[in-house]
């Protein structure tokens, strides 16, 4: 890279570690748990998409990628820098202050071994259509994406909407597994662990069988839920799953280009996964190179705006582009580009071969530009109502599942865009509104059965000071 490091990078870099100083107060202020907060939890998410490679990229004169538009890297720095701050200051005016009497594994519902169990064939079963049949689960015959370009009939339309059903039930379910095998005090029953890792399995089946970087979501899922029931002794266990969850992810990062798509392929491939980057453009020396940050988004943040300075999109027009993106109908079935702009697959010339995706800042800085984190503004917000929800909700599933699937999304967001960042949130929030609903419903009217409570009830606020002494009828 040419000019790498200028005095602006440093500049943005520095003010991207920022951020971690407020996570550092809120830990101080409000206790560790605020280090598994949602707050926490997408600034390091943001930071690790955006600033550590630049970071890495400092000792080496920055790297190469067929992505990278060296042009714009300063741009992406401040761009993600400041919205690591817009975040925050959404979070803060919403999440939780001061310090929780309760612990978060007290705020955890209890996961039954039927429950998981049932989840757990529920999502073998949706991940099977969705591969397009048990033999293309094990072992494809169609190339990773090949076929991602075609028009797509009634019947593909609807096995894309299996597919993007069963991410959300895969992770539902992972985190159910989760909980089972933490919640297994002492020596636990053989068959619970088995019910448990048998579910982490079965939802990690897609990504597996599809070499994606996320392969190891589930085993990440595992630790975090094991870090929020912080225990010393859980430190083995939680090391464990992070390196699978690493091995795995690093699997379908570098092996993906060799070989076919499939469960079989991938266990194939664990053994053969190297510290070293691949891919068209890359150099990899070993661990410390740039290009092995797996989670990376600001190469194709550079590419997008790239093209947005290619065409200038005015503000009406990106308010337009977002809220199509955004819109909460299935994709398959409305009547408008749902797409913030061309792929980045025409853009590249890789159209037809290779599915290029672009993170969910590049479509906000594409749709936007700086006004758009008023909207990470928002998503900070979002964030912090969910954390208050979660704290709130003492053994309530719905706010677990609530606080999840938020995470979730921030992981997503770094390759999945807009739209697939916040999917997992809007279906977190309808499950809240739902089971808020259903409890509304089922709740009996309230009534007074007795009369001296209902004389009593009657007596406090009619001889409060300034209150007139009438007695009226059924009051």
Not at 194 to 209: C, E, H, K, R, T
Not at 223 to 237: G, K
Not at 286 to 291: E, L, M, S
Not at 307 to 331: D, F, H, I, N, Y
Request: with cysteine.
């Amino acid at each position: 890279m040419r000019n790498w490091p200028t005095a602006d990078d440093i500049f943005w870099l520095v003010v991207g570690l920022l951020p971690f100083l407020w996570v550092a107060w809120r830990a101080v202020s409000y206790g560790r748990h605020e280090l598994v907060s949602l707050g926490t939890f997408g600034v390091a998410i943001m930071w690790v998409g955006y600033h550590l490679k630049p970071w890495l990229g400092l000792p080496q004169s920055g790297w190469t990628s067929f992505l990278l538009r060296e042009e714009f890297v300063t741009e992406g720095i401040r761009y993600s820098a400041l919205a690591m701050i817009a975040f925050i200051l959404g979070y803060a005016f919403l999440a939780p202050a001061g310090r929780s009497a309760v612990r978060i594994a007290d705020l955890m519902p209890r996961a039954r071994v039927q429950v998981v169990l049932g989840l757990t064939v529920i999502t073998a079963v949706l991940v099977v259509i969705a591969r397009g049949g048990p033999s293309e689960l094990w072992a494809a015959t169609l190339y990773r994406g090949e076929g991602q370009f075609g028009e797509k009939d009634l019947l593909g339309r609807l096995q894309n909407i299996v597919r993007i059903a069963s991410a959300f039930v895969s992770f539902v379910t992972a985190g159910m597994g989760a909980l089972l095998i933490v919640q297994s005090h002492g020596p636990a029953k053989p068959h619970v662990w088995i019910v448990g890792f048998l579910a982490i399995l079965s939802a990690s089946l897609g990504v597996m069988s599809g070499f994606s970087r996320g392969a190891g979501f589930a085993f990440g899922l595992l630790a975090t839920v094991q870090m929020l029931h912080w225990r010393r002794s859980r430190i083995p266990l939680i090391v464990a799953a992070l390196v699978v969850a690493s091995w795995f992810s690093w699997t379908g990062y570098t092996q993906r280009g060799v070989y076919l798509p499939g469960v079989s392929n991938f266990v194939a491939a664990l053994v053969d996964a190297r510290p070293v980057a691949s891919g068209t453009g890359r150099k990899g020396t070993g661990w410390i190179d740039p290009n092995n940050n797996f989670l990376d988004a600001l190469d194709p943040w550079t590419a997008r705006a790239w093209t947005r300075e290619r065409v200038q999109p005015s503000l009406w027009e990106g308010m337009k582009g977002a809220v199509a993106v955004l819109q909460p109908l299935p994709s398959q079935f409305v009547p408008f580009n749902v797409r913030a702009g061309e792929s980045l697959s025409k853009w590249l010339g890789t159209w037809g071969s290779t599915g290029l995706t672009t993170p969910a800042l590049g479509e906000l800085y594409y749709l936007l530009g700086y006004p758009g984190l008023v909207l990470v503004a928002a998503l900070g917000l979002f964030a912090g109502w969910a954390q208050r929800k979660f704290l709130q909700g003492s053994r309530n599933g719905a706010s677990v599942i609530l606080y999840f699937a938020t995470l979730f999304g921030f992981v997503l967001g770094l390759h999945g865009g807009l739209r697939t960042m916040t999917r997992p949130m809007l279906y977190g929030w309808a499950v809240v509104v739902v089971c808020a609903l259903a409890r509304k419903v089922n709740q009996p009217p309230r009534r007074f059965t007795n009369r001296h409570a209902a004389k009593a009830k009657l007596g406090s606020w009619q001889t409060l000071p300034g209150r007139p002494l009438v007695a009226r009828r059924g009051v």
